[in-house]
């Protein structure tokens, strides 16, 4: 098999919905679903449109309880297209269905390289004889709003006719997630359909609250020859578009669909409806549209690809494609955030988490206009951010761990237990280490691009409001003589509350605290750096009183973090927790990554013991390299060295169950210094998450978009020891066994394409040539200076 394709071959109803979520295919503006064209939604196939953005809000009532959701919305299907063959005698066969007519030598590929996905199969009909049938489709990534499905229907020894129905049809509604199915699921309203012209159908329709208009045009043509009859109808919810087509041996039928989508979201338009008419009839046919394509992912794997030998490199590769699917050069223009599930289902609601935190490190150094562009969607939302803070009693910005549409809190008041059927209460709108993630994502961008300009405008803005809101949670405990950051959630997650207490949240969260600090410290640091004027302008604008910040460094220096047993504690009180029975737990249940369900579902709960669902004291080791990560104990007075961390590390590593796809890529990220071996198992895991759907039937919902750019990352980063600040490429290469060579190029300041390549012991650094000024290069043992058109390579020590 190519490192350029996927393939599945047969078809197996039971896989369908993994192998739809992992064949989607999207521009950044919209994605559609991997589903075989004739399907419709049901417990085998979900077919699904989603365009970047495009939320709806609905109140339901669950468990006696009225309760509102924002989901990302499930779009008009234009992928729909079913057909059957018409026999000599008139009569018309029944229309084609793999879960009906078995399909013989069915095979999907996915085509990374080119972003098609082709489907072949042949099928026997009773009467007429074999049926050769091949899809190819595309969602268009130099036309954002273009899509294309090509069917050429090809007869072996038989001459006859092919009756073809192009649907576009607005009956549907959200139900990819069974978890959700007690909601309201209908999100589209005054739903039009129509015709232009003897080839095009149309859809038009509005989301139920947030009145957002749709509408898709599609025009369906036969090519080569004329079709016996072409007769395209408009219904209530759907626009049929119905050919018969003539075919024969070496007189192929070949049905050429091209769809155009807008939203009154779009800019530079003047409606909707006017631009998709008006787009679907100048698109090219289907080959051109397909040379366009395959020409800017050209472009765009030039600047984003990574190269890996083996099987790892065709993983990292396939998340590499839908991280670039999800968030494409078109996401600049678009106000959205980092959907944690991408573009490729329903779960989460299509929310926005923190999830940025694991894929802006990589978008920095090769799509930077991204990384700024969904900072841009938090900073837009900085204002309700600061009004979640007020309403909560304290100043600065408390952004919601779940946002969507407009940067309120989205997080869920309840969620289902699947294993017990009870609904429970839903604490994770406590997790507001949200806040340092944004700035964290902050700091990063400007350090990788230089971007000053950003650092000292918007991004001041967001980085002192989240400083503010640290400072003001913080309260100073006389006993300790230090403050305490009270009643939060860590990444952790099981844990949101103590056993049998009255009120959720948590206190004194190592991870928490710990950024907490590194947030103010670092808001200290940009005052002290802003020139003057521009200090006083932003003091200005966000009402900053200069007496705040010796409260700030004060805090920044004395926050309390909590310690038992020579380790650090995830939170105060952790170490006092019962310890669960492992062994017993693993033995009777074939899974225990969700043991928070297992356990509520037996009567008990999680906040009883010492064990986490995902690194949450070790995504300090992610954040943070070792040096970094002992300054900021060293700034907070606390002696945490290698043995302390050592010990940390080992006794955390043992109380995880590993139930979110992000564990094993912080664990493999945090391992990979220490513990080779152990390091490429969770590297393994990582890269398994989705393409075999370890969390069991979660990937069907949409790939964890997360993990997936985390993946990439920890080669970039991770593996090379890779850190853009002080105006330098810092590399400090690790050798593990398993990924010993790689490859990639960064865009870094102003220098596209410099090349980063690990092979053989030795470190290649290639700078291509320009005006730019040269690149400083920091190995622990060396510093050189790379100029542009020049190339370096570097021996590293062995060990």
Not at 44 to 66: C, F, I, K, Q
Not at 190 to 208: H, Q, Y
Not at 373 to 378: E, G, I, Q, S
Not at 703 to 731: K, N, P, S, W
Request: charged share 25%; aromatic share 8%; glycine share 8%.
């Amino acid at each position: 098999m190519s490192e350029w394709t996927w393939e599945y071959e047969g078809y197996d109803p039971a896989a369908e919905r993994l192998r739809e979520s992992l064949c989607t295919l999207g521009n950044g503006y919209f994605a559609t679903r991997g589903a075989v064209p004739e399907s419709r939604a049901g417990l085998v196939h979900y077919p699904a449109t989603y365009a970047a953005g495009v939320y709806n809000r609905l109140e339901s009532t669950v468990a006696g309880r009225r309760v509102v959701n924002e989901d990302l919305v499930n779009l008009p299907n234009w992928l729909l297209l079913r057909f059957r063959l018409r026999h000599a005698d008139g009569s018309a066969g029944r229309w084609f269905s793999p879960d009906e007519r078995h399909p013989v030598d069915h095979r999907h590929t996915l085509d990374l390289r080119r972003a098609t996905l082709t489907r072949t199969f042949r099928f026997r009909d009773e009467r007429a004889g074999v049926l050769g049938v091949e899809q190819v489709r595309l969602v268009h990534m130099g036309e954002p709003h273009l899509a294309a499905l090509r069917t050429v229907f090809t007869s072996e020894e038989w001459s006859g006719e092919v009756e073809v129905e192009s649907v576009v049809d607005g009956d549907v509604t959200n139900r990819n997630v069974h978890r959700y199915r007690s909601l309201n699921r209908n999100h589209l309203t005054r739903i039009r359909t129509g015709v232009a012209g003897t080839d095009t159908t149309w859809l038009r329709c509005r989301t139920s609250s947030s009145d957002i208009g749709v509408s898709m045009a599609v025009r369906a043509v036969v090519m080569g020859q004329l079709p016996v009859s072409s007769e395209p109808r408009p219904s209530r919810h759907r626009a049929v578009h119905r050919l018969v087509v003539p075919i024969g041996p070496g007189r192929p039928a070949v049905i050429e669909k091209t769809v155009a989508l807008h939203t009154s979201r779009d800019r530079a338009i003047s409606d909707p409806f006017g631009a998709v008419l008006d787009r679907v009839t100048t698109a090219g046919d289907f080959s051109a549209l397909l040379d366009s394509h395959a020409v800017a992912w050209e472009r765009l794997w030039r600047r984003a690809d990574v190269q890996v030998p083996g099987e790892a490199g065709r993983v990292l590769r396939l998340h590499l494609f839908h991280v670039l699917q999800t968030l494409s050069p078109h996401t600049a223009d678009l106000d959205v955030g980092v959907p944690a599930r991408g573009l490729h289902g329903e779960a989460y609601r299509g929310h926005v988490f923190w999830d940025e935190l694991f894929v802006l490190p990589y978008l920095n150094l090769h799509l930077p206009e991204v990384s700024r562009a969904l900072l841009n969607y938090r900073h837009r939302r900085l204002p309700q951010a600061c009004r979640a803070a007020h309403v909560a009693g304290r100043a600065g910005a408390m952004y919601p761990w779940q946002s969507g549409s407009d940067g309120r809190e989205e997080t869920q008041q309840l969620h289902l237990n699947p294993r017990s059927g009870r609904w429970l209460p839903d604490n994770s709108r406590l997790q507001h280490h949200v806040g340092s993630a944004i700035a964290y994502n902050v700091w990063q961008y400007c350090e990788a691009t230089g971007d000053t300009e950003y650092l000292h405008t918007k991004g001041a803005e967001m980085l002192l409001q989240i400083a503010r809101f640290w400072a003001d949670s913080a309260e100073f405990a006389p006993e300790y003589g230090r403050y305490r950051i009270r009643g939060v959630v860590g990444p952790d997650e099981y844990h949101d509350s103590y056993p049998d207490a009255a009120r959720p949240g948590l206190d004194d969260n190592a991870y928490t605290n710990v950024t907490a600090a590194w947030v103010l410290s670092r808001a200290l640091d940009l005052i002290r750096r802003l020139p003057a004027w521009r200090r006083q302008e932003l003091f200005e604008r966000i009402q900053l009183d200069s007496g705040e910040l010796p409260h700030w460094e004060d805090v920044s220096r004395r926050l309390r973090v909590p310690f038992h047993q020579g380790v650090i504690s995830q939170f105060d009180g952790y170490g006092d927790l019962a310890e669960l029975d492992w062994h017993s737990y693993r033995a009777r249940y074939d899974s225990i990554r969700r043991l928070d369900r297992i356990l509520e579902a037996e009567g008990d709960t999680v906040n009883r013991y010492q064990a986490s669902k995902q690194a949450d004291v070790l995504m300090l080791g992610y954040l943070f390299s070792a040096a970094e990560l002992g300054d900021l104990f060293h700034r907070l007075g606390y002696d945490v060295g290698d043995e302390v961390w050592r010990r940390t590390v080992d006794y955390y590593l043992k109380r995880t169950s590993h139930g979110s796809t992000l564990s094993g890529l912080v664990h493999a990220w945090v391992l990979a210094r220490v513990r080779q071996v152990e390091a490429w198992t969770y590297c393994r895991e990582a890269l398994e998450q989705d393409v075999a759907d370890l969390q069991g039937g979660t990937t069907g919902e949409g790939i964890h978009l997360g993990a997936m750019a985390g993946t990439l990352d920890l080669v970039q980063r991770g593996l090379t020891g890779l850190e853009t600040r002080e105006d330098a490429l810092r590399l400090d290469p690790v050798p593990l066994p398993a990924l010993s060579e790689y490859g990639f190029s960064l865009r870094y300041r102003g220098h596209w394409g410099v090349s980063v390549r690990l092979r053989s012991g030795q470190l290649g650094i290639g700078v291509p040539d320009s005006e730019e000024s040269p690149i400083r290069v920091v190995l622990p043992d060396r510093a050189v200076t790379v100029a542009p058109g020049e190339t370096c390579t570097l021996l590293l020590p062995e060990g």
